[in-house]
């Protein structure tokens, strides 16, 4: 099995003072359950709207980065299917039930320890 990143960008969701809010929160939540329940589901949520910090390698924190692009992650959830295929037909549901575009990506195996 492989791991798949499926996710949106901040902003591509609707805002909170939609009406169809309930209705996308509950799609969203039982897409989600179906995932839990197939056993494809390792995690997953929202984040909120916020500047990401940096930790460097000796411990310095510092806010940032701040790249030039004005697109962020909103939201994303992790699968671990068999194929990219599957995590494409996930990442549908996903987008059927938030009502917005899902990228996927696949994660690098880990190293060897």
Same mark, same amino acid.
């Given at each position: 099995m492989t791991k798949y990143l499926i996710s949106f960008t901040e902003g591509a969701m609707v805002d909170l003072s939609h009406p169809d809010l309930p209705a996308i929160a509950k799609a969203a939540g039982d897409a989600t359950q179906e995932a839990m329940d197939a056993g494809v589901w390792v995690f997953g949520g929202g984040l909120l709207p916020q500047v990401a910090s940096t930790v460097t390698p000796d411990g310095v924190v510092t806010d940032g980065p701040f790249p030039e692009t004005k697109e962020f992650i909103g939201g994303f959830a992790i699968v671990d299917v068999s194929s990219r295929d599957e995590a494409?037909?996930? !990442? =549908?549901?996903? =987008? !059927? =039930?938030?009502?917005?575009?899902?990228?996927?990506?696949?994660?690098?195996?880990?190293p060897e320890l």
């Open positions: 494409h037909q996930w !990442a =549908a549901k996903l =987008a !059927a =039930a938030c009502r917005c575009n899902q990228e996927v990506r696949v994660f690098d195996e880990p």
